[in-house]
């Protein structure tokens, strides 16, 4: 059973940085992509990076030449840095796998929530001026 545990969320101020980290067990690596969503209050979980079975990483124009996505797969651990952290990215921060494909190369954008089927529990991350 694939478990997923994020880590390293907290309060910054506007400008300031984080990096969240989430550990994975029971994943084999051969899904479609992993990643990371979050969700504000009153609002839908969206996409906020994912990188692919081949290693395309995809991020959400809202933070795009801000966060950056990687992977550290000796240690089964998917991180998240995020820099220039605005107001607006205040929000629950989830990682997420996808357990298995069989179809061959996966070309979507990895941040669309029915590519993936294993979340997390979720880490706040809140930004004030």
């Known amino acids: 059973q694939v478990q997923l545990g994020e880590s390293g969320g907290g309060s910054v101020q506007v400008g300031g940085s984080l990096r969240l980290a989430c550990e994975v067990s029971g994943y084999t690596g051969s899904g479609r992509c992993t990643g990371w969503f979050r969700q504000a209050p009153g609002k839908e979980r969206e996409g906020v990076a994912g990188?692919?079975?081949?290693?395309?990483?995809t991020y959400a124009d809202s933070v795009k030449g801000r966060f950056t996505i990687s992977k550290d797969n000796a240690k089964n651990t998917l991180y998240l840095e995020m820099n220039s952290l605005k107001a607006e990215d205040t929000a629950m921060y989830y990682c997420a796998v996808d357990r298995f494909w069989a179809g061959g190369t996966w070309y979507g954008s990895c941040l669309r929530k029915y590519e993936y089927n294993s979340w997390g529990q979720g880490t706040q991350v809140t930004v004030s001026s």
């Open positions: 990188i692919s079975s081949d290693g395309r990483t």
